[in-house]
């Protein structure tokens, strides 16, 4: 039991260095880890307990290793979220209703700085997306509506937003798709969700915050809608059916 404590508490020393080193300045974003032999030299502890840093610290996000190479600093948050997010699913932790809620938050802050920051191009783009949605496949109007909605929190221009935005999706995007399907198959929900798209990129060309932030609020609506009508149990676990 002894050799399981020490062991523990070897491998954290080696997180504790690395991620003091980060603070320091000393290692930055891009740089080269000392390697594994050296390491475990210069923190008296085993190679095992370091191989099980590097292990915890690139589940973590903080680098990423390269076979060959060595490990690297990296800022992977997006990938720590995802994992996380994904066990707190599979801990029944969370559960769709709740990310579903977590998103509107979060896109509606961000099309509302969308509103102010949004480049021509982007722009351009969003009305090409929502002009194409109208007669778009099922496997287009899926791809299209994750496009749109990767275009908004990229022109909120806020980096945050951005990461966790990709990182719920990740997580969640087996469902996303399938609940996009199925409100695309409602003919009353489908039509909603059009307009929804449509009065967004249209708020945004206008680069009116508030009526921006309204239809996406609408289009999470129709979202929910769909969710606890067609999609989802009452206790927020997907419907088995």
């Known amino acids: 039991m002894r050799d399981s404590v020490g062991q523990g508490k070897a491998y954290e020393k080696v997180i504790d260095y690395i991620q003091g080193e980060i603070l320091k300045g000393d290692l930055k974003r891009g740089e080269k880890l000392p390697p594994e032999r050296e390491l475990a030299e210069l923190l008296g502890v085993g190679r095992n307990s370091v191989r099980e840093a590097m292990r915890t610290l690139s589940l973590m996000g903080f680098i990423s290793s390269t076979q060959g190479a060595g490990n690297f600093v990296s800022c ?66 899926v791809a299209l509506d994750k496009e749109l909605h990767g275009i908004i929190g990229e022109a909120s221009g806020n980096r945050l937003i951005m990461v966790i935005l990709r990182a719920l999706a990740e997580t969640i995007d087996s469902f996303i798709d399938d609940m996009h399907r199925r409100i695309m198959s409602n003919e009353d929900l489908g039509k909603r969700l059009l307009d929804a798209h449509q009065g967004i990129v249209l708020a945004l060309v206008d680069r009116n915050g508030p009526e921006a932030v309204r239809m996406m609020r609408e289009h999470f609506r ?13 206790d927020g676990t997907p419907k088995t059916d």
């Open 76 to 141: 992977n948050l997006e990938k720590n979220l995802a994992e996380s997010t994904r066990m707190m699913m599979m801990l029944n932790e969370t559960d769709y209703r709740q990310i579903s809620e977590l998103r509107q938050g979060l896109e509606s802050q961000a099309i509302l700085l969308a509103a102010e920051r949004i480049a021509q191009a982007q722009l351009s783009r969003l009305e090409q997306i929502a002009w194409e949605m109208r007669g778009a496949g099922m496997e287009q109007s």
């Open 222 to 234: 129709v979202v929910d809608e769909a969710i606890f009508s067609l999609v989802l149990n009452q």
